[in-house]
């Protein structure tokens, strides 16, 4: 694993160490900054400690490698949206209905641009500028993983009854970790294979 890979991985790991904090403050009553900082630390330690593993498992099984770096930027995605729904609730006070269908659209909106430019100069390292073939691919993609990741979501928030012992905003969270699941495999099959199969480099290092 070059130091490249590690240096940016360990910026994923600050990076979802910040997101997570709305969600701390929107999950927990009266959070201690005890939390905040071992929320942090431990995304900044853990997200280095995993590509490393993968980078190892990957000298057996290549494609692990890179699928692992785009689990770390999918993570990243992941928060990202979490974070700025999250945001979205905290500022608004509201968790349900077609405002949280709107605040979940948003959120993956935010998450799809941070990867569109992590995966393709990091995980798929393409080459040269971005081209508006390439871009169109990628959010025709997006698109299709993004309608997975609201339906499900605001399917299992406005659509299944709220466990009494689950808050709206854990519930609210609950959903948008459902829809995780179902994009990851769309969305690197397709990154892989349609937007970027003209460099599919398996890491060398």
């Given at each position: 694993?070059?130091?490249?890979?590690?240096?940016?991985?360990?910026?994923?790991?600050?990076?979802?160490?910040?997101?997570?904090?709305?969600?701390?403050?929107?999950?927990?009553?009266?959070?201690?900054?005890?939390?905040?900082?071992?929320?942090?630390?431990?995304?900044?330690?853990?997200?280095?400690?995993?590509?490393?593993?993968?980078?190892?498992?990957?000298?057996?099984?290549?494609?692990?490698?890179?699928?692992?770096?785009?689990?770390?930027?999918?993570?990243?995605?992941?928060?990202?949206?979490?974070?700025?729904?999250?945001?979205?609730?905290?500022?608004?006070?509201?968790?349900?209905?077609?405002?949280?269908?709107?605040?979940?659209?948003?959120?993956?909106?935010?998450?799809?641009?941070?990867?569109?430019?992590?995966?393709?100069?990091?995980?798929?390292?393409?080459e040269g500028k971005p081209k508006i073939s390439e871009a169109a691919k990628f959010y025709t993609i997006a698109i299709v993983g993004g309608f997975l990741n609201v339906s499900v979501a605001s399917l299992v928030v406005n659509g299944i009854t709220r466990p009494e012992f689950v808050s709206v905003n854990l519930w609210a969270n609950?959903?948008?970790?459902?829809?995780?699941?179902?994009?990851?495999?769309?969305?690197?099959?397709?990154?892989?294979?349609?937007?970027?199969?003209?460099?599919?480099?398996?890491?060398?290092?």
């Amino acid at each position: 694993m070059n130091k490249k890979d590690l240096k940016l991985v360990t910026i994923i790991g600050a990076l979802v160490g910040v997101l997570v904090q709305p969600m701390i403050q929107n999950l927990i009553t009266e959070p201690t900054i005890f939390l905040r900082i071992g929320a942090f630390m431990g995304f900044l330690i853990l997200a280095p400690l995993a590509l490393t593993i993968a980078y190892l498992i990957g000298k057996i099984i290549p494609v692990l490698y890179q699928f692992a770096k785009f689990s770390a930027v999918g993570t990243l995605n992941s928060f990202v949206d979490f974070g700025v729904l999250n945001l979205l609730i905290f500022l608004t006070n509201i968790a349900f209905g077609w405002w949280y269908t709107l605040f979940k659209a948003i959120s993956f909106i935010c998450g799809t641009t941070n990867s569109y430019f992590w995966n393709r100069y990091w995980t798929f390292e393409a080459e040269g500028k971005p081209k508006i073939s390439e871009a169109a691919k990628f959010y025709t993609i997006a698109i299709v993983g993004g309608f997975l990741n609201v339906s499900v979501a605001s399917l299992v928030v406005n659509g299944i009854t709220r466990p009494e012992f689950v808050s709206v905003n854990l519930w609210a969270n609950i959903g948008a970790l459902c829809c995780i699941f179902s994009a990851l495999l769309w969305n690197f099959s397709g990154y892989k294979f349609l937007v970027f199969k003209k460099k599919q480099n398996i890491v060398n290092q």
